[in-house]
Every structure is written in structure tokens, then in C-alpha cells.
């Protein structure tokens, strides 16, 4: 055990992590998901919240098993190596709107950093504006980090609470087995499913969650984060992670080219548009949350596998801000950023400086 927790946690570890997730996120594409969308944390859980009727749009409803996956491959992974640990109790509510702004950021952008990689793998030229305006967005939040920024700590709880998003992805996948879609019906039961757009492409169940568990298996033996790659490079200039995120994207582009997927390029690209300053401050705002929280949308779901009650706080605020930002037409679509999302960026880039401004303490 102790043998392979040191591979994955070497550099060579988190390298091969990368490489893992850039060979099977375009292979999931292939084997049914959308364009340049293998895997994207934040519309598969748009696509979630879309399912549960949370919101209406009905392009983007379907249960995400890689979403269960990642949660569930974690929390075996922690349970193995002994590090599940339930703790919580550090400003739940600043996380979950945290977690509702990171989502309307993404979902203006129309991606999370993981799906902003891999649209860069697969030729979208717009992808190179979202990451820019995700480093741009973490910078910010590193300056607030070294004037002394602090969430507050955390404390061991039962293993009750921690158990609650688990339970809660379990919960999902028994709802998909029970309730199944039904060929050309838009509801099942008690969910919502895509007949059509992005929601109704998607690989086989079964292999959607293996993959979405060994994904989880391994970053989180891995600490697999694209938002602290950046976070650490710009702090302390360490590349550890960087690394491993870097590994992804390279990988990710030599599958797409030998699959036929890579399509250079910045107009007609799946699942995207051409707005380019709003595909920057998206994702500018994401980046801002993503850092200010602690971690990306994967790492997060990876924290709340492991036990942490604050990340499931603030997975369940982007599933929550997924509804907001589709019912008050904040997201955008490929015709360009929803009648909403302008302002919604402008209100979310206020909320995340008061927070980040706000919530500091002596460093002295």
C-alpha cells in the first residue's frame, strides 16, 4: 500500500495521473460524450442539476456517472490508505456562494478548468482566453492569500456528516438504475433526460463510472488540482502539480490527434463561443472562487470524498448554481453569453473581492 501512495504522490506520480486523464477524457468523447467534453466537472454537474429538474433547459439533463464516480473512487481510496477523515465547520455558507459564483463563472465560459484543458487538446482556440482568465482569476486570489486570507479551520466531526455527499452520489446512481431513460422520453420517474444536445451524448453507464472511479481513485492519492497547480507556481513556484495538469493537456491533444478529434480552431467548436472577453473574465471569476474555496471542481469533489464537509458544501453550491445561472439566463449557449451572464460576472467578481477583502486576519 505504502509503495504505491509514494508513486502517486512523486512527481512521476502526479505525471502519470495527468496522462491517465488525458488518455481516457478523450476516449470517453469518443465512446459518447460531447465535444471536447470527456470530462468537465462543472457541466456535468449543470447536467446533474438539470436532471433533478433543478432547471428546465432541456439540452443539458442527465445523472453524470463520472460525477459519482469521482466522489465514490475517492472515498475508497481514502478508506484504503487509511485517510478518510470527516471534519468540517469552516464558513459553510461563504463556500457554498463561493460555489454558486464558481459555476456562473464556468457556465459563462461554458467550462471548468479540466474541460478548458481539454478544449485546448482538442484545437478550440477559445480555451486559450479561458485559461488565461483562470490563472488571471487565481492570481488575484493568491494576492488575497498572502494579505492573510482564511476561510477558518476546520474540525473533526462524525463520520456521519462526512459521508453525506457520498451518500448523496449514491443516491444519484440508484435513481439512473431505477428510473431509466426511456427511448426519445424526456422524463423517467422523477428524472429529466436530454433527447437531444449536449445532455443526451454520453458513453455507456457502466463505463462512464469506472472510469469516474479510477479517476477518483488516483487524484486523490495524487492531490490531482488544476486551480493549485496554478496557485502553487504562482506562490512558491513549485511545479509539482503543474506538472501533472501540464501532462493532461499534452496527452489529451496526442489522443485527440490519433482519434481524429483534434479540430483547430476558434469558430464552430462544440459546446462554445467566440465572445473572448467573457470567455476570460468566466473563467476569471471561476478562478477567483476556485482559489478563495480551496480547489478546483475535481479536487473538491476529491476532498468530499475523503470526508470534508466544507468541499461538499461547495460542490453542492455549484449544483445549486447551475439552476440559478440556467433559470436567470446567466449561462451561455453557442451563440454567445446569456442575457444575464454579463452582469451576473460583474455581481460575482463584487461578491468574491468583499469576501476576499473581508475575511483576512494578521499574518504578523
Known sequence: MSGIKNIFAGRWGIIGVGIVIGILAPLLQKWGNPGNMGVCVACFERDIAGALGLHRVDLVQYIRPEIVGFVLGSLAAAYLFKE????????PIVRFVLGVFAMIGALVFLGCPWRAALRLAGGDGNAILGLLGLIFGIWI?????KGGFNLGRTQQTHHTAGWMLPLFMVGLLLLMLFFPQVTGEAKSGVLFYSVKGPGSMHAPLAVSLVVGLLIGFIAQRSRFCTMGAIR???LFRQMHLLSGFMALIITAFVVNFILGQFKPGFEGQPVAHTMHIWNFLGMALSGLAFCLAGGCPGRQ????????GDAAIFVMGMIAGAGIAHNFGMASSATGVGP???PAVGIG???CLFIGLTMRKSIT
Do not use: K, Q, W
Open 141 to 145: 486570489g493568491t494576492l488575497f492569500l
Open 84 to 91: 478518510y477523515r470527516s471534519r468540517l465547520g469552516s464558513a
Open 232 to 234: 502553487d507556481f504562482v
Open 349 to 351: 467578481f463584487a461578491v
Open 301 to 308: 469533489l476529491f476532498l468530499a470524498g475523503e470526508g470534508d
Open 340 to 342: 444575464y451572464g454579463i
